[in-house]
């Protein structure tokens, strides 16, 4: 039987295919055709450097399987191997436009003309200048249409993001041409704008992991406002080395000893203010090969681009030495908001080896202000590869502005105080009340006692003299208050009756108090001479008839 490690093994490995092929599938469906033959693209969209004639070939009827007029776009100058004519389509906002299709002009049978080589060239808001396209393998020129009816597809590796494209037409010898042509595509939805990283390092001479589909710029060893290879939508082989036998690019990859803080750091510019939930890391790990994925990362967020303000997201992963497949490396970031994400990766082996980087976010609704100084200790540092861009422009943040809060925060302060005074004011009300009834109870107790000691008073005459030791009467009930110093003291009964025994019987307890409560006595009015002993002691005396009579003590 099997271990059950081996089939956690086996199901991770194909859970890494599936995500594999899920990304290699994102791009494949990003190819509908985006308007030229059904004319949603408009007609005021299609420019041209110049039309042999406006209203017959003008560039309004460049649009592919459709014959209206002339049937084509033709310049008025022939096609030579140094283009000055063009032909412009414009998206209005960022599209993938992942590959082009041409044609000749048929003209119903009537043309002959055709552009066998063209050039692309591209805009896009962040570039703010015109990009010549070129191929993974550095091609500029592009293969067109051999004849007047058939569409030349040209599929584009890497695909262009653009707003504006336009076809030059190219021809090795000079002659003339007309064009019709299709962009194929989808809206990019991603929103990033470009991203900025350290350029790749070479392996050897003649191998480097450069970010060859870049298109922004190069200063020195820093790419800057651009998109490439880490956006392209493919993700590189399993086997990094196929590229190079191939003469192919499909990874980008840093040495660990060229960089003095161990870390890679890429940052991503978004088109507007969003709300993240997670980035997908498309990493190798030949580890037999020094090559593995990240051991951590650090996620930072800013609105404006200029201060990281807050805890970065920390990621550790969990280094595999089994499976040398390369793994979809998703990080959750909890919803965090900003319009400026940066990555820093740290060297897990010697080196790191990245494909593509997606992000799941969607866009923050609301008016945002210009991004506040935050104070120096609350601001995360960024390395000296990546210094802050003083020159950016439509800076935002999600705070409000400065006289704004000045108004609500006058208002709030006079409410807190207000509330405040209110608070005080009870405070001391129920104090000054809490003293009064102190007061008044302290009176009332005093007289409630003085009455209760009334209460309890009884005709001295007859009454025992209660020692104070005699008042510690466990039983309550017999127990008698004690009299007022200024109150006359009665006749000490001890003269009067013999003491109790020493140990009183089990059922009287409390003797004296017992014989007292049970005979009716009742003293006689004072002055009282006190009886003999004897007499108190002498029996009941019965005269000897035949009934006995009772005569007294």
Same mark, same amino acid.
């Given at each position: 039987? #099997? ?7 086996? !199901? ?23 308007? /030229?033959?059904?004319? &949603? ?15 017959? +070939? ?30 412009? +389509?414009? $998206? ?16 119903? =049978?009537?043309? +002959? ?19 010549? @396209? ?15 009816? $058939? ?19 190219? *021809? @090795? ?31 050897? %001479? ?20 651009? $998109? ?54 498309? &990493?190798?790990?030949? #580890? ?6 990240? &051991?951590? &990362?650090?996620?930072? #967020? *800013? ?21 040398? *497949? ?13 319009? #400026?994400?940066?990555?820093? $990766? @740290? ?26 100084? @935050? ?7 960024? !390395? ?17 502005? %400065?006289?704004? /809060? =000045?108004?609500?925060? =006058? ?95 089990? %059922? ?20 009282? !001479? ?16 035949? +009934? ?6």
């Amino acid at each position: 039987m #099997f271990p059950t490690k081996f089939f956690e093994q086996l !199901s991770f490995a194909v859970l890494l295919l599936c995500l594999s092929s899920t990304a290699n599938n994102e791009l494949s469906q990003c190819s509908a055709p985006l308007g /030229m033959e059904t004319g &949603a693209i408009k007609d005021e969209d299609i420019t041209a450097s110049s039309s042999f004639d406006s209203g017959n +070939v003008g560039p309004q009827h460049a649009r592919v399987r459709t014959e209206i007029n002339g049937g084509a776009w033709c310049p008025q100058t022939s096609a030579t191997a140094e283009p000055e004519e063009w032909l412009q +389509v414009d $998206l209005h906002t960022v599209h993938v436009i992942s590959s082009v299709g041409t044609q000749g002009r048929f003209g119903n =049978g009537q043309g +002959v003309e055709f552009t066998e080589a063209y050039m692309l060239e591209y805009w896009r808001p962040r570039l703010s200048k015109w990009i010549r @396209y070129r191929t993974v393998n550095g091609d500029e020129v592009l293969n067109g249409n051999i004849n007047t009816y $058939l569409e030349s597809k040209t599929q584009l590796e890497p695909p262009i993001w653009a707003t504006k494209i336009r076809f030059l037409p190219y *021809s @090795y010898h000079k002659r003339t041409v007309c064009m019709r042509v299709e962009l194929y595509g989808c809206r990019w939805s991603d929103g990033i704008v470009s991203y900025s990283m350290p350029q790749g390092d070479k392996r050897s %001479p003649n191998w480097e992991f450069y970010d060859s589909a870049y298109d922004g710029y190069w200063d020195g060893g820093k790419l800057k406002d651009g $998109l490439g290879l880490l956006t392209d939508g493919h993700t590189g082989p399993d086997d990094f080395k196929q590229t190079f036998y191939d003469n192919s690019q499909g990874w980008v990859g840093w040495r660990n000893d060229t960089r003095e803080q161990r870390f890679v750091e890429i940052s991503f510019e978004f088109d507007k203010i969003r709300d993240f939930t997670a980035v997908h890391i498309f &990493a190798n790990n030949q #580890f037999t090969k020094d090559v593995e994925v990240f &051991a951590k &990362a650090d996620v930072m #967020f *800013s609105i404006g681009g200029r201060r990281y303000k807050g805890e970065p997201i920390t990621f550790d992963y969990i280094e595999d030495h089994i499976f040398e *497949s390369p793994r979809n490396v998703s990080i959750k970031l909890h919803h965090r908001i900003g319009r #400026f994400v940066t990555l820093r $990766l @740290y060297f897990a082996s010697r080196w790191i080896l990245l494909s593509e980087i997606t992000f799941d976010s969607d866009v923050v609704k609301g008016n945002f202000t210009e991004e506040e100084e @935050y104070p120096q200790e609350n601001v995360i540092q960024m !390395s000296p590869s990546h210094p802050p861009e003083i020159n950016r422009k439509q800076q935002v943040t999600a705070v409000d502005s %400065p006289n704004d /809060m =000045g108004q609500y925060l =006058g208002i709030v302060a006079g409410l807190l105080s207000v509330l405040a005074l209110l608070v005080i004011s009870v405070v001391v009300f129920i104090l000054i009340q809490q003293r009064r009834h102190k007061h008044s109870t302290g009176q009332t107790q005093v007289q409630n006692n003085s009455e209760k000691a009334a209460l309890y008073c009884e005709p001295n005459v007859g009454r025992l003299n209660i020692s104070p030791s005699y008042a510690d009467v466990r039983d309550p009930e017999y127990a008698v208050p004690l009299q007022s110093q200024s109150r006359p003291t009665a006749p000490n009964l001890q003269n009067i009756f013999p003491k109790p025994p020493p140990i009183p019987p089990a %059922p009287e307890r409390y003797y004296a108090a017992t014989e007292i409560c049970n005979s009716r006595f009742v003293p006689p009015s004072p002055p009282l !001479s006190t009886p003999p002993l004897a007499r108190l002691n002498r029996q009941p005396r019965y005269v000897s008839t035949n +009934v006995n009579t009772y005569v007294g003590p």
